[in-house]
């Protein structure tokens, strides 16, 4: 039996499952992709189609007999109940807080990325260590092969002449409310591409957030990614230099050796102003030790004086990106679904 399945609940679970998804399809192996009916379905199965993809709709079909392993991007807590050998993977990078305690009781194998993770894990989870694997971080081989940049240039009518800033922020918390609504036009000598959070472009408590995206879109030098556009590997090619505040995609972006503005201006619900224990708890404290692989911003302003002076000079953060792409990545050598495979021929199939 060498049936393979990956559960996928949101449609941008599916940037770090295809590599591995791919691989194991080219070596003759049965993948299904089995997708969530509770939300955002029609855009999973439009995803699905594109990339002709096996897939089956329901949570149910995660008790198949007759599947081997199962790969996750969240705790599910039915896992221990599957016939399957189940395997996770967080669908993050970085630092923010994971219920890594429930992950390792749960599933049969943890999969981390580099050695921030993974010693945090084997120190503090001693009994179950052995579970723990280091592999890298599987979203970013694509981005190691990447061989669509000229059609991506022609979908988003990019001048070759101008540098391209990228702006992706988390859908909370986030600096899209005060960033300024006439941000293309401080860059007009720029190309300017905006890729939202999917939670962004969907949740009611964020149509604030989509009339920003709106004003921006009308900039001749702006272009506003739409659900459609699951992935963030494409942009993380195109871009020069990446704008974004708590999100894990500045891991990404700086394991790729380019610059980032972290903006520290945030808009936060008034929960967190009345409890800022809140924020700490989403958040691991150790982000403040990740903060100096580039420039924070404190204000607009100031974000806009740093973006174009680490466009001048991208090599001022060259040595954190590269330590900490180490850390928080592991290896970025477009093989990381490889060694994936390798460990699921060992340990689980």
């Given at each position: 039996m060498?049936?393979?399945?990956?559960?996928?609940?949101?449609?941008?679970?599916?940037?770090?499952?295809?590599?591995?998804?791919?691989?194991?399809?080219?070596?003759?192996?049965?993948?299904?992709?089995?997708?969530?009916?509770?939300?955002?379905?029609?855009?999973?199965?439009?995803i699905?189609?594109?990339?002709?993809?096996?897939?089956?709709?329901?949570?149910?079909?995660?008790?198949?007999?007759?599947?081997?392993?199962?790969?996750?991007?969240n705790?599910?807590?039915?896992?221990?109940?599957?016939?399957?050998?189940?395997l996770?993977?967080?669908?993050?990078?970085?630092?923010?807080?994971?219920?890594?305690?429930?992950?390792?009781?749960?599933?049969?194998?943890?999969?981390?990325?580099?050695?921030?993770?993974?010693?945090?894990?084997?120190?503090?989870?001693?009994?179950?260590?052995?579970?723990?694997h280091?592999v890298?971080?599987?979203k970013?081989?694509?981005?190691?092969?990447?061989?669509?940049?000229?059609?991506?240039?022609?979908?988003y009518?990019?001048?070759?002449?101008?540098?391209?800033?990228?702006?992706?922020?988390?859908?909370?918390?986030?600096?899209?409310?005060?960033m300024?609504?006439?941000?293309?036009?401080?860059?007009?000598?720029?190309?300017?591409?905006?890729k939202?959070?999917?939670?962004?472009?969907?949740?009611?408590?964020?149509?604030?957030?989509?009339?920003?995206?709106?004003?921006?879109?009308?900039y001749?030098?702006?272009?506003?990614?739409?659900?459609?556009?699951?992935?963030?590997?494409?942009?993380?090619?195109?871009?020069?230099?990446?704008?974004?505040?708590?999100?894990?995609?500045?891991?990404?972006?700086?394991?790729?050796?380019?610059?980032?503005?972290?903006?520290?201006?945030?808009?936060?619900r008034?929960?967190?102003?009345?409890?800022?224990?809140?924020?700490?708890?989403?958040?691991?404290?150790d982000?403040?030790?990740?903060?100096?692989?580039?420039?924070?911003?404190?204000?607009?302003?100031?974000?806009?004086?740093?973006?174009?002076?680490?466009?001048?000079?991208?090599?001022?953060?060259?040595?954190?990106?590269?330590?900490?792409?180490?850390?928080?990545?592991?290896?970025?050598?477009?093989?990381?679904?490889?060694?994936?495979?390798?460990?699921?021929?060992?340990?689980?199939?």
């Open positions: 060498n049936k393979v399945a990956f559960y996928i609940q949101y449609p941008y679970y599916f940037p770090h499952f295809l590599p591995i998804g791919n691989l194991l399809t080219t070596q003759g192996y049965d993948v299904v992709y089995i997708l969530s009916e509770k939300q955002n379905t029609k855009n999973m199965i439009d699905a189609q594109k990339h002709n993809l096996t897939y089956k709709l329901g949570e149910d079909n995660l008790y198949s007999s007759n599947i081997a392993s199962i790969f996750f991007a705790n599910f807590l039915d896992a221990p109940k599957l016939s399957a050998k189940t996770f993977m967080d669908h993050g990078v970085g630092t923010k807080h994971c219920d890594y305690a429930t992950a390792l009781e749960i599933f049969d194998i943890v999969l981390v990325e580099g050695d921030y993770r993974y010693n945090s894990l084997v120190e503090k989870f001693i009994p179950q260590k052995q579970k723990v280091k890298g971080f599987s970013l081989d694509f981005a190691f092969h990447f061989q669509e940049r000229d059609i991506y240039i022609k979908k009518n990019l001048n070759n002449q101008k540098q391209t800033i990228l702006y992706a922020p988390t859908f909370f918390p986030s600096s899209i409310e005060k300024s609504d006439s941000f293309p036009d401080d860059f007009k000598e720029y190309n300017i591409i905006i939202p959070h999917y939670l962004s472009l969907h949740r009611s408590r964020y149509k604030g957030q989509r009339k920003k995206f709106q004003k921006w879109a009308s001749s030098n702006c272009s506003v990614c739409d659900e459609s556009e699951y992935s963030l590997v494409p942009f993380l090619n195109l871009a020069d230099i990446m704008i974004s505040d708590e999100s894990s995609a500045i891991f990404e972006f700086t394991a790729l050796d380019k610059p980032v503005i972290l903006n520290r201006f945030l808009k936060l008034w929960s967190y102003y009345l409890n800022p224990k809140k924020l700490i708890k989403r958040l691991d404290p982000i403040e030790i990740y903060r100096t692989i580039g420039d924070n911003a404190k204000n607009y302003k100031e974000m806009v004086e740093m973006v174009k002076e680490n466009l001048q000079n991208k090599n001022k953060y060259k040595e954190q990106r590269i330590s900490f792409t180490k850390d928080i990545c592991g290896q970025v050598d477009g093989q990381v679904s490889q060694r994936i495979v390798n460990l699921l021929q060992k340990e689980l199939l």
